[in-house]
């Protein structure tokens, strides 16, 4: 019986091990597609990274959830040139698109909505609160519009309202015509919906609109794959129909069990990221019903 349970032992500790090195190779792998001639998308485990390549330097968008896969991020930009990162821009607070950061060399300028830095200062605080973290928050805030200009290139960025937070901001790379969409796309999968930090299931299919007055054909989105502007326009859809459905049902005075069994978002066919499970059918519907009902509980992340 000893034996058994010793050999049982053993085996699931074998087990725990081999999980434990799949999950830090995956971390640490990064797959880049080409969208442009000077434009790239790396992906991995977290929010999806834009790299603008010029003879100037290198924008890189969004950092995913680890110093390690900052690192990586590194890396894959020596493989494509030699030229120094020279500016990052932050889509929103949460750590899948930040932590990345302290990778980077201090003094890097870092670009975020005002509403970010602030987010990231409280919300995130104990991250940032030493170097190497304290020396990547970013260092220069804007509200509406922020540009930059380098080796021929136009990047200009727009924080356009309330959606998965109240301080996204979306990245026109001007002369490609692509934008770095941050998290008010997931493509193909379920959002999260931060209402602690202002974001807004009720506001996001009108942010949305604000952003297609924009000049763009590709879009990154913040998860799932490259898409254009009818798949921008299929996830405003869906965000809409959340919303409408949703409030519906609280409308009438009906419960979150109610909205549960009504609201029905099968039709969009959206899945669950794999490394983020709790993205799902039932927490939208609970994050649109506690907007709807005026009832938020801190205990609920939006993710």
Do not use: C
């Not at 020279?86 to 929103?92: E, F, M, S």
């Not at 301080?167 to 790379?173: K, S, W």
């Not at 069990?257 to 609970?286: C, H, K, M, N, T």
């Amino acid at each position: 019986m000893l034996k058994t349970l010793r050999r049982a032992l053993l085996a699931l500790v074998a087990i725990a091990v081999v999980l434990a090195a799949w999950v830090w190779y995956r971390v640490g792998r990064l797959d880049v597609q080409q969208v442009s001639d000077d434009l790239y998308v790396l992906t991995g485990v977290g929010g999806n990274v834009g790299v603008l390549v010029t003879d100037a330097g290198v924008v890189v968008v969004d950092t995913m959830a680890l110093v390690r896969q900052g690192d990586a991020i590194l890396a894959r930009i020596r493989t494509l040139t030699a030229a120094p990162v020279v500016a990052i821009l932050n889509t929103h607070y949460h750590l899948d698109h930040t932590h990345g950061n302290p990778a980077f060399a201090p003094g890097t300028r870092v670009v975020a909505t005002a509403n970010t830095l602030r987010h990231l200062r409280t919300r995130d605080q104990e991250f940032w609160h030493d170097p190497p973290a304290r020396d990547l928050l970013p260092n220069e805030t804007f509200e509406g519009a922020h540009e930059l200009r380098l080796g021929g290139k136009t990047v200009r960025s727009f924080a356009r309202g309330r959606g998965h937070t109240d301080g996204d901001l979306v990245v026109l790379f001007v002369e490609d015509r692509v934008l770095h969409a941050g998290d008010l796309i997931f493509n193909g999968h379920y959002p999260g919906i931060d209402l602690e930090a202002g974001g807004s299931a009720r506001e996001w299919p009108a942010t949305m609109e604000r952003v297609l007055a924009l000049d763009f054909d590709k879009v990154i989105p913040g998860h799932g794959p490259v898409t254009n502007r009818e798949g921008f326009r299929a996830f405003q859809r869906f965000m809409r129909s959340l919303w409408e459905q949703t409030t519906a049902v609280a409308d009438r005075g009906g419960s979150l069990d109610d909205a549960l069994r009504e609201v029905d978002l099968e039709p969009f066919g959206l899945r669950r990221l794999w490394y983020a499970p709790q993205l799902g059918p039932s927490l939208v519907i609970r994050r649109a019903w506690e907007e709807a009902a005026g009832t938020v509980d801190p205990a609920v992340g939006g993710g």
